[in-house]
């Protein structure tokens, strides 16, 4: 007998081998082990759409936190004296701590289950956002208050995606994992556009003060109410034990480590994922500058808002489709090149277009549709990590959001460089659409869908049933 598969789910690890002589001498060779008992644990259809619902507003209240200090920026500044060096050291000092935490939330979450650490992060970032104002009137010198806040609040929020990357490959089904992530994605856009008009509103009405207390408190309350009714009242509590114990995931030794960053379908992801990322962090700081020197008399509130209403259904629709496509017998690895084409490829042409001369509302059009279809990637490339290494998604999407970090840091500066050296806003435009298609061809060459995470000596020994 052959191969027992279904067409398309070649990436799924709960496939049989009953034949005697199938070689299982390429790691990740799919169909040749043991079913894993967390196969059992994937939720019911409608726990699943629960928890999507409860991601999407903890996502939300975390960009929301997260924006809290650049909408207030201004009003802080004049409150406490500060030059534009020092509110750029207070805005900048978030990004170094996002990068240091990745990894381990991932690696965390992989041992004991994501759900737990994106409570106890939630519950930690919550109360550092409402204990902002606090910690900004209580020091002598707020300035050092407020770098310290930035950061740590950084290494808080650093934990959320790989966290939910984690969650994602250990509880859904590979046929629902578009709808789930790229819904939960729609949360960063929500929660952008709802702290920009109420966070505003707050500011002018009530003080700065006002929006941290507010996101902070709404944020301990989401994670409460998680807490209570999802997770049932059960401690979330992390252990030495249960982390050495193996938790919900088998642990991977360091040379288990060192052959999987050898896969080429790996280190596609972590390219691909690195130039999606930093091309995203390039055109979020410097669109807006962008249409203020370009067009100078344009509402701002225009292309500050638009682009983002058009991202939220865009990425609900890529994860529709993708798992649409997967249902409808497609190979799991074509449709995340699919989506990841459209993401990266047809994004980069509305990209090329900006580099010429054109009106403010075909500027906003053609930036809509670029914000929009990079959306694509949550279907594409955040969830094929998923597909190649559900065993340790957390800790591998953590490696990547890292790399995606520094890069996004390095990029924003360097576009800053080009666009002042060169005095055109197309040598920016360029810079972007020529790495989205060096990470575009890099997916579309080395991306697969099979798993990659196993050990080809555990699939030797318990491969073979007569």
Same mark, same amino acid.
């Given at each position: 007998m052959a191969v027992i598969q279904k067409h398309g789910?070649? $990436?799924?690890?709960?496939l049989v081998c009953h034949k005697e002589n199938v070689p299982p001498d390429k790691i990740g060779a799919p169909g040749c082990h043991k079913k894993r008992p967390e196969a059992h644990s994937n939720w019911p259809r409608p726990v699943a759409r629960i928890w999507t619902v409860v991601l999407l507003l903890g996502t939300c209240l975390l960009y929301c936190a997260r924006v809290a200090m650049p909408i207030c920026a201004v009003s802080m500044a004049e409150k406490f004296n500060w030059t534009k060096r020092e509110s750029g050291m207070v805005l900048g000092s978030f990004f170094w701590g996002?990068?240091? &935490?990745?990894?381990? +939330? +991932?690696?965390?979450s992989d041992r004991v289950g994501g759900e737990k650490?994106?409570?106890? $992060?939630?519950? @930690?970032?919550?109360? =550092? &956002?409402?204990?902002?104002p606090i910690l900004a009137h209580l020091c %002598?010198?707020?300035?050092?208050?407020?770098?310290? /806040?930035?950061?740590?609040?950084?290494?808080?929020?650093?934990?959320?995606?790989? %966290?939910? /990357? %984690?969650?994602?490959?250990?509880?859904?089904? !590979? %046929? !629902?994992? *578009?709808?789930?992530? #790229? &819904?939960?994605?729609? +949360?960063?856009?929500? *929660?952008?556009?709802?702290? +920009?008009?109420? *966070?505003?509103? =707050?500011l002018d009405l009530y003080g700065w003060e006002s929006v941290f207390y507010v996101s902070g408190l709404l944020s301990v309350l989401w994670a409460y109410c998680m807490w209570k009714y999802l997770l049932k009242g059960e401690g979330p509590i992390i252990t030495l034990e249960s982390l050495g114990n193996g938790g919900t995931q088998p642990k991977l030794n360091k040379r288990h480590w060192a052959r999987l960053l050898k896969q080429p379908a790996v280190c596609a992801v972590i390219v691909t994922h690195l130039c999606t990322? #930093?091309?995203?962090f390039t055109l979020l700081s410097w669109l807006p500058t962008f249409f203020k020197d370009t067009f100078p008399d344009a509402k701002g509130w225009v292309f500050n808002v638009i682009p983002w209403l058009v991202a939220i259904p865009s990425s609900l629709f890529s994860g529709c489709l993708s798992d649409h496509l997967i249902c409808q017998g497609f190979d799991t690895a074509s449709v995340r090149k699919l989506m990841q084409f459209f993401s990266m490829g047809v994004s980069s042409v509305f990209t090329v277009l900006l580099c010429g001369n054109t009106t403010f509302s075909w500027a906003v059009a053609f930036v809509s549709a670029t914000m929009g279809l990079t959306t694509f990637s949550h279907s594409g490339v955040s969830l094929n990590v998923q597909d190649l290494a559900p065993s340790c998604a957390g800790a591998l999407f953590g490696i990547m959001n890292t790399c995606g970090a520094f890069s996004g840091v390095l990029m924003v500066y360097f576009s800053g460089y080009l666009i002042e050296a060169t005095g055109s806003w197309a040598s920016m435009f360029a810079l972007i659409t020529t790495?989205?298609? =060096? *990470?575009?061809?890099?997916?579309? @060459?080395? /991306? !697969? /869908?099979?798993?990659?995470?196993?050990?080809? #000596?555990?699939v030797r020994h318990h491969s073979i049933h007569i």
């Open positions: 789910k070649s $990436s799924s690890p709960d996002y990068c240091f &935490t990745q990894v381990f +939330g +991932g690696y965390v650490v994106l409570l106890l $992060s939630a519950a @930690a970032w919550g109360s =550092m &956002t409402a204990f902002t %002598s010198q707020p300035i050092f208050s407020m770098t310290l /806040a930035r950061f740590l609040m950084g290494l808080l929020q650093g934990v959320h995606y790989p %966290s939910l /990357a %984690s969650l994602c490959s250990q509880k859904v089904v !590979e %046929s !629902e994992r *578009g709808f789930l992530m #790229s &819904t939960v994605g729609s +949360g960063s856009y929500l *929660g952008t556009l709802v702290i +920009g008009g109420v *966070g505003s509103l =707050m990322a #930093s091309t995203f790495v989205n298609l =060096m *990470g575009l061809f890099t997916f579309l @060459a080395f /991306a !697969e /869908a099979r798993r990659v995470d196993i050990d080809s #000596s555990r």
